[in-house]
């Protein structure tokens, strides 16, 4: 009973000194000797790399802005668009495919993502630019019947739409798992209740499901992008001239291999961190309704009315 | 005992089966709704009173049986006198007019609170979007929930988002309302504003079908009460009737558990 009372009374004296609002965070020394330690190592390693001759940096800065290597990074960025773009709606298409009750549906899309999926991007690009030799002419027909129109493949499959078929086809293979992914983690009652005020399946899925599973989209399609911003470099190999490839065919001529390669890699780089940025704002966007409190920004530091009430006691 | 209804039913429901893999849940459900009529379907878990009203309105395909609502057959049409399945979108058109209420409200999160409810009355019905929202006001209004037009479904307590869910139902202007244990993902504390709501609902000659373990609300708001049990209809009648004098012993061992 006299710790109770200890307890009770207590509050009144020291509500003040009590209240969490005035508590300290202590200071943290192990972290900032951490903090200081590697701060010096980068530090260090970057004074290391910045003053090696090796790596030629004047070089790297003369090539930096070269019209070969815009030229090549504007076909890297237009490859990487265009062939995403692509990749998401037809991976769109598959994932709600795969997922429909239909069976002819869902079997041609599992086909689709097992062929693409399972086999090495670099052989998809180069069978596409090599089509001709495969089927030297495309044609439109009945099957077994007549023929409606027919080109010469050569005339059809240039480089850059071998490079674009090749990137989009198997983007949309992995595509097609991530958004069926996102799609799936959507909770079965919002479906139903879309069906149950009369929406048809595109409706619902282009209103209901599909912005509750970009939650759990964009992150890995974010991964996509970046990981096909890189794996445009694998165009080269069929005489597409990316930003890989003409950094290449300068230090063929000129044997500056290393400060080429850092032109692309710092460019590489760049992309990538403002890619980055513009994933960060996409999913604040697609969590807008999982806020509790306001329009934006974490819960409010208590305010004065709670102090208030506090001070009522 | 009124004099007989010569309208014709809302809701007809006939030798209604419904069998999950080789679960029996439904076992031949007869059942006749009137026009503005309160039915309250009470009954222990898993007896199919959950599992027939979402047959009414094809949310399950019954195995056997007929429902029409509205003089339509839920889910199938006839064709130079044969039965035709309906496709998936001529049966999204058939539950236009039916609103549902569900347990876990369902309410769009990624929608404001207005968004949610113009959402159907806009994409599906073709309502402009200026009478959809004054429509919205009013609705918002009449549950008390006029200053949370803006705030998203997570913001709100369970009975708020369930009223906003009731508005939801309301603003496609149903024929007939389905709630589906309205209350029962609620604190105790908030089923009393949900229950008021649907109280009112009732008192305006709105035809509903709920499903509930809410006898309160049975006896007070419904015109019949129906019991069902192990998928079958086991005894129904005005509220009186069935909840003052119940005669079948598994009714009577039900309502025994709530005195």
Known sequence: ????????????????????????????????????????????????????????????????????????????????????????????????????????????????????????????????????????????????????????????????????????LNEAAYMAEIIRGGLLSVDRGQSETAEAFGMTRARALWRVIIPQAMRSIVPPTGNQLISMIKATSLVSVIAMADLLYSVQSIYNRTFEIIPMLMVAVIWYLLITSILNVGQGYIERYYSRGDRRTGKDGPAEKPTNTTMAEEATH | MSAPDTREPLVRARNVHKAFESLEVLKGIDLDVMPGEVVVILGPSGSGKSTFLRCINHLEAIGRGSIMVGGEQIGYRMKDGRLVRLSANAIARQRRRIGMVFQQFNLYPHMTVLQNIIEAPVGVHGESRASAVENAKRLLARVGLSEKIDSYPRQLSGGQQQRVAIARALAIRPDLMLFDEPTSALDPELVGEVLNTMRDLARQGLTMIVVTHEIGFAREAADRVVFMDDGVIVEQGTPDAVLGNPQHPRTKAFLARFL
């Open chain 1, 1 to 168: 009973m006299s710790t109770q009372q200890a307890i009770d009374a207590s509050p009144s004296g020291d509500a003040s000194v009590r209240d969490v609002v005035n508590a300290h965070t202590p200071f943290r020394y192990d972290r900032l000797i951490l903090w200081v330690a590697l701060g010096a190592l980068l530090a260090n390693f970057g004074w290391i790399v910045a003053n090696n001759e090796n790596f030629e940096w004047p070089v790297v800065g003369r090539y930096f802005f070269d019209p070969t290597v815009m030229q090549g990074l504007y076909v890297s960025l237009g490859l990487t668009v265009v062939a995403m773009v692509l990749g998401i709606a037809l991976g769109l298409v598959l994932a709600v495919a795969r997922m429909s009750t239909d069976r002819l549906a869902s079997t041609l899309s599992a086909w689709f993502i097992w062929f693409f999926r399972g086999t090495p991007l670099l052989v998809q690009l180069i069978f596409w630019y090599n089509l001709s030799t495969l089927f030297p002419v495309l044609s439109i027909s009945i099957p077994f019947g007549p023929t409606l129109a027919s080109w010469d493949t050569n005339s059809v499959i240039t480089p850059m739409t071998a490079a674009i078929a090749g990137l989009a």
